[in-house]
């Protein structure tokens, strides 16, 4: 048996799929071989002979897709990313998995709501401008004087004379809070309060129950220097891959896997790619089952663990010396309800053998090159653009900055993203990070806030019949570099023109 025919025979045996000394030369001479083996495995095939395996190369039915044949070479290139070892701490205390013990008891929607007002105060004391006290001490200051505090948005209406009003609240008690229409900047500002959020408040007395809000804050980042980086490496973000759907971009995913294992490309490209030593997966890496009404008649494959199966198949041509950083997001097999759990080893049975794959849940925190980020695929967003119309889903950074201005990624609870009341709320933004990557809008967005790089990833999916009737023209095959010196991004595109008509 020749050296084509043994790399068969274990292809084949990794599908459970056996074959005879026949059939395996005849697929050896077969470029597609894998393909092929892989067409079987959705009739239940367990052994192969010679006549069907003919039948199938022959058969209009096999005429599979030429596909994009990736070449993975053993020695693949020197380049610096290979040559340097790698820098990736897993922030676990930030990540939910192995953490999750909620009971969905009202005891747990308390502790949870606790855990949030206590962090975003201790944030926000820390601003000199702010006096805060606790609501209690509001009838014991004379009327017309200045109290500030710290409370959480309860409840939010507009007056009759067209003034906004809050009921707020700390952990003891609650009151008024109103925003006058005759301060422009203020009422605009006052306009972007959402439920449940804590923000600071500059404020006069005029009852017992009611203060007037003068200036507010949110618990937004610090202005700091950017972080430097330890080495001068680069990370590559993708997310929405949806293998599995029949509107997955399967084409261009081999191009851009092509891409990064350096075929085909200049010395100039070559030297470029060379330098990425992370890759991050920001959720939706399969488009699931049942995750939506009607989802079965769109999906290519219509098992979950051959839809990883598909994935991981993928991943393996992914050169070795890259860093491999997958989160989950809906359509995943995890909960639907954040924060996630990390996917379960059990969909990656090879993948979870290397060094160089981490799965971890949603929202996480990670280290690149001491640089702190955060990775979230961004469900809530879809529920900070009903409460936001300022916002777009065709700008998802702009939506993020909000999220970061709170320094929560679930501002508001019990609206349509489902949430689990865990003890400690996992959405709270608890450490200043450098960079945040997030998916989910299948659309890319770029984005400054404070010294925090936002990067919006966007999908391997074909605009999907939602994304038309809503209107949401996504941003598909494109792959994000970072360099983390110099913050500089490039997209690389691999949409051929005609699929983007
Ligand atoms: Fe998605």
Not at 62 to 71: A, G, L, S, V
Not at 183 to 211: P, Q, Y
Not at 243 to 258: P, T
Not at 318 to 343: L, N, S, Y
Request: contains cysteine; aromatic residues 8%.
């Amino acid at each position: 048996m020749d050296s084509k025919q043994k790399q068969v025979v274990e292809f084949a045996a990794g599908k459970n799929i056996l074959l005879d000394l026949e059939s395996t030369k005849i697929l050896s001479e077969q470029e597609n071989f894998e393909e092929i083996i892989d067409s079987f495995l959705k009739e239940n095939k367990t052994v192969l002979n010679a006549v069907e395996v003919n039948e199938r190369i022959n058969s209009e039915k096999t005429k599979i897709e030429p596909q994009e044949k990736i070449i993975v070479k053993k020695t693949r290139f020197n380049s610096i990313a290979k040559d340097s070892s790698s820098n990736l701490k897993i922030l676990t205390e930030f990540d939910v998995t192995n953490q999750s013990n909620s009971s969905g008891k009202v005891e747990n929607f308390l502790s949870l709501f606790r855990d949030k007002y206590t962090f975003l105060k201790g944030v926000l004391s820390k601003r000199s401008q702010l006096n805060a006290k606790p609501l209690s001490r509001l009838s014991k200051v004379p009327e017309k004087s200045e109290f500030d505090t710290i409370a959480m948005i309860q409840k939010k209406w507009i007056t009759k004379n067209q003034h906004i009003a809050f009921i707020i609240e700390d952990t003891e008690t609650q009151c008024i809070a109103i925003i006058s229409n005759q301060n422009a900047k203020l009422f605009e500002e006052g306009n972007k309060i959402l439920l449940d959020d804590v923000i600071g408040i500059k404020g006069t007395k005029i009852s017992n129950e009611m203060i007037i809000v003068n200036e507010f804050f949110w618990p937004e980042l610090e202005s700091r220097p950017l972080t430097k980086p330890e080495q001068d490496l680069d990370v590559l973000i993708i997310s929405d891959t949806h293998v599995g759907s029949k509107l997955f971009l399967e084409k261009e995913f081999n191009k851009f896997l092509n891409w990064l294992n350096c075929n085909d490309v200049s010395e100039k490209e070559k030297e470029r790619i060379g330098k990425i030593k992370y890759l991050m997966m920001v959720g939706d890496n399969v488009d699931g089952i049942g995750v939506y009404p009607n989802q079965y008649d769109e999906l290519e494959i219509k098992d979950l663990f051959e839809q990883y199966n598909k994935l991981e198949q993928f991943l393996l041509k992914i050169p070795e010396h890259i860093e491999i950083v997958m989160i989950p997001g809906q359509h995943d097999a995890v909960r639907r309800a954040e924060p996630q759990t990390a996917i379960p080893e059990k969909f990656f049975p090879e993948m979870s053998k290397m060094n160089n794959f981490h799965l971890i849940g949603n929202p996480s925190w990670i280290e690149i090159e001491g640089l702190k980020t955060v990775l979230y695929h961004g469900a809530s967003l879809h529920d900070l653009y009903d409460s936001l119309s300022f916002l777009s889903p065709l700008e998802p950074h702009k939506g993020i900055i909000e999220l970061l201005k709170r320094r929560d990624l679930m501002p508001s609870y019990g609206m349509r993203n489902p949430y689990v009341p865990e003890k400690k709320d996992f959405m709270l933004i608890r450490e200043e990070p450098d960079l945040y990557f997030g998916g989910d809008m299948h659309h890319v967005g770029y984005g400054q806030y404070k010294s925090c790089m936002v990067i919006n990833s966007a999908t391997w999916q074909k605009r999907t019949e939602f994304q038309i009737a809503q209107g949401h023209v996504p941003t598909p095959g494109i792959a994000i570099q970072l360099e983390l010196t110099s913050r500089k991004i490039t997209e690389h595109k691999f949409m051929s023109a005609e699929e983007e008509e």
